[in-house]
Nanobody, 126 residues
Framework: VQLVESGGGLVQAGGSLRLSCAAS????????MGWFRQAPGKEREVVAA????????YYLDSVKGRFTISRNNAKRTVYLQMNSLKPEDTAAYYC????????????????????WGQGTQVAVSS
């Protein structure tokens, strides 16, 4: 499975960005999906995750109420809408695919994800 992220960029604090991740898998609905980020000098952390059907989601506490993960299985794409961005959101953002979860299960553990994109950079200026 190949994953290609897009939508990153430079934005002022308080602004918004929408990240997209397009997957090559024909059976995209078989994969739970996640968005992760890694800032320089910091460990990778999960930002949000979504189950195969989209019925369940998970969010990092610091992004709850600001970020929304969604997916369109027909378009084989997962999205991350990021609003009210803060300088501490600055990082490289990666999408990842987990092929082993049941229909309505979502996981925030990065070890569960088998496929990763190349990442897209998000920079938030103060």
């Amino acid at each position: 499975v190949q994953l290609v992220e897009s939508g990153g960029g430079l934005v002022q604090a308080g602004g918004s960005l929408r990240l997209s991740c397009a997957a090559s898998a024909r059976t995209f609905s078989n994969y739970a999906m996640g968005w992760f980020r890694q800032a320089p000098g910091k460990e990778r952390e999960v930002v949000a995750a979504i189950s195969r059907t989209g019925g369940r989601t998970y969010y990092l506490d610091s992004v709850k109420g600001r970020f929304t993960i969604s997916r369109n299985n027909a378009k084989r794409t997962v999205y991350l809408q990021m609003n009210s961005l803060k300088p501490e959101d600055t990082a490289a953002y990666y999408c990842a695919a987990d092929p082993d979860q049941a229909m309505n299960v979502v996981t925030e553990r990065d070890a569960e994800y088998d496929y990763w994109g190349q990442g897209t950079q998000v920079a938030v200026s103060s």
